[in-house]
T-cell receptor, first 113, second 116 residues
Framework: AQKITQTQPGMFVQEKEAVTLDCTYD???????LFWYKQPSSGEMIFLIY??????QNATEGRYSLNFQKARKSANLVISASQLGDSAMYFC??????????FGQGTELSVKP | DTGVSQNPRHKITKRGQNVTFRCDPI?????LYWYRQTLGQGPEFLTY????????KSRLLSDRFSAERPKGSFSTLEIQRTEQGDSAMYLC??????????????FGNGTRLTVT
């Protein structure tokens, strides 16, 4: 069975600082993909970044980077230079060979001015 | 690309009534997913389609729930004999199936169901 665990229900970060949101996963699939989504208070789910299990390098997308440690089964999201607009729920998700995407419980990030 | 469209945005119904939601995916996307999300939780997988074929249905999904995608385009999710525990946001998403692991899901804005 596949499982995603996000152990930080809430996080605070000062504006302009970097923050790391934790995600660990469990799967028996040899090949899988890891995703991060942002959900602001308005409710829409916004795709941020993707990491493939066989990718040699950590994924980056602008201020977002994914710290992928395959042996530890972790895929932490790093947001650099936090902005007030980064305040939102953040979800880690995984997709295996069967195609469905499963989500963690989420981390609520609050950026302080 | 007009995005994933869901209707209605809100639905209030009385316990025991049936409700149906509609989802129109991004036009070139052949995969369509339904999720349920309650307050403070991550989206919970319900079912997904590739074209008109329903490929997987969550074992947690009661037989009161049924989904269809008859022509491989839009999809409907029906809940029969609604219960108060069905109150949630129902999210639809679509994606391409080629290189499926890396194709992100694009979500609609959801249908919020309240069962009184």
């Amino acid at each position: 069975a596949q499982k995603i665990t996000q152990t930080q229900p809430g996080m605070f970060v000062q504006e302009k600082e970097a923050v790391t949101l934790d995600c660990t996963y469990d799967t028996s699939d040899p090949s899988y993909g890891l995703f991060w989504y942002k959900q602001p208070s308005s409710g829409e789910m916004i795709f941020l970044i993707y990491q493939g299990s066989y990718d040699q390098q950590n994924a980056t997308e602008g201020r977002y980077s994914l710290n992928f440690q395959k042996a530890r089964k972790s895929a932490n999201l790093v947001i650099s230079a936090s902005q007030l607009g980064d305040s939102a729920m953040y979800f880690c998700a995984m997709r295996g060979t069967r195609g469905k995407l499963i989500f963690g419980q989420g981390t609520e990030l609050s950026v302080k001015p | 690309d007009t995005g994933v469209s869901q209707n209605p945005r809100h639905k209030i119904t009385k316990r025991g009534q049936n409700v149906t939601f509609r989802c129109d995916p991004i036009s070139e996307h052949n995969r369509l997913y339904w999720y349920r999300q309650t307050l403070g939780q991550g989206p919970e997988f319900l079912t997904y389609f590739q074209n008109e074929a329903q490929l997987e249905k969550s074992r947690l999904l009661s037989d009161r729930f049924s989904a269809e995608r008859p022509k491989g385009s839009f999809s409907t999710l029906e809940i029969q004999r609604t219960e108060q525990g069905d109150s949630a946001m129902y999210l639809c998403a679509s994606s391409l199936s080629r290189d499926r692991k890396s194709s992100p899901l694009h979500f609609g804005n959801g249908t919020r169901l309240t069962v009184t």
